[in-house]
């Protein structure tokens, strides 16, 4: 039977006060979860209060963090309203003992308080170390303005420094090859390879200009002054300059020749090779497989030990891979596409020895940030979601090349020069900033 309670108020001094005299039942208590007296009330943040143990039953079968009644999500951790039930206890003192007895009689109920409890240590556990983790970031966040403020003065320096530079390394790639000059042939020669080294004498002794070299046939290479001994080398040799009469200039052969042929593109790729590395080696394969493609592959996957003449010409004459190369290719490709990058730029070391060390370190720091992006989705269980995250990558990178294909005319060299010397050199100090703060995230949360 509803208990009914008799509220009076004494009439204020003076007599002037209003006297209340009116009966409260306890259904104007009642929990809209189970529709009895207010146990522990809990109050959300819509204003709606409930049961303490129904409010923990409602979340543990739903995992829901909103109110039962109204949908509103709360949050933090919702508390018991002390005041309200101070109230209901001294209004309903009978009702009340009867509803704890029934309560602790309960293991259903027992168990859900005590993972709803567990749940509210957890969440006052987790801002407290994200509180300290905003505290560490802060400490860090002068670290990284400062840093980015320097490597951005740097940056300008260094393409100032790299501009003048740059004129020796495009030289032989924009110059016709019949206005070549002796010295300038054999820095043609050696820069096929560190067996072509030996014949620097020989070229210098004979003054071969660029007209004389496009002149000199295979038999010729093998009489003095050359004497050129080695089958594989005179192959190597005719076969490079067969490519420099087709184009009528040098072919680049390193990275800065590349970049001075193929602004564009050596630009597109150094930022799609980082930001996405899957759809740019397919975008090489698709349109470029001659010219990038081939060589990329043959120096990351290789065959199997060849000997000294194989090695020279490997690079020059370019077959479409086998299935060897194919299979460890693709799971590579799959798996670790930065591991590709970083195996390219290893072969370039003795080519370019800093510049190779820089790619090597980014691609290391890239594979950590990429497996922590799994890791994120795999513990929050949102591995269904990665078909829609890469799409939208997708749609992403598509749009921005479109956007940049646009109006890269009109984009200053000077700029263009900023950003390829920025994302080759100072990436990689960006990228160990977010690595760290990533195992600083993973440290906090492990406490």
Known sequence: MEEDVKIESAESEGGSGPKLDRNISVSEFSCNCCYDILVNPTTLNCGHSFCRHCLALWWVSSKKTECPECRDKWEGFPKVNILLRDVIEKLFPDTIKEK?????????????????????????????????????????????????????????????????????HDLLVHKPVSKWTPEEVVLWLEQLGPWASHYKESFLLGRVNGRLLLTLAEEEFSKEPYSIQSNSHRKAIIMELERVKTLGVKPPQNLWEYKAVNPGKSLFLLYALKSSPRLSMLYMYLFDYSETFLPFIHTTCPLEEEDEDDIITKFIDLQDPTWTQWREFLVKYAFLPYQLLAEFA????????????????????????????????????QLRSLPRHMWGHFWKMSTQGLFVAIFWPVIPQFVCNCLFYWALYFNPIINIDLVVKKFRRLETQAV
Not at 141 to 161: D, I, K, M, P
Not at 346 to 360: G, K, N, P, Q
Request: proline content about 0%; cysteine-free.
């Open 100 to 168: 704890y007895e029934d309560i602790e009689q309960s293991t259903e109920i027992a168990r859900a308080l005590q993972a709803f409890n567990k749940y509210g240590n957890d969440q006052n556990q987790s801002s407290s170390r994200e509180g300290r983790a905003n505290q560490q970031r802060g400490g860090g966040g002068f670290f990284s303005g400062v840093l980015t403020a320097l490597t951005g003065v740097a940056v300008v320096l260094l393409v100032y420094h790299w501009s003048s530079r740059e004129s020796e």
């Open 346 to 381: 290893w072969d370039w070391l003795e080519v370019h020895y800093w510049t190779s060390r820089f790619i090597i370190v980014n691609a290391m720091l890239l594979t950590v940030l990429e497996l922590f992006s799994f890791w994120r989705l795999w513990s929050n269980s």
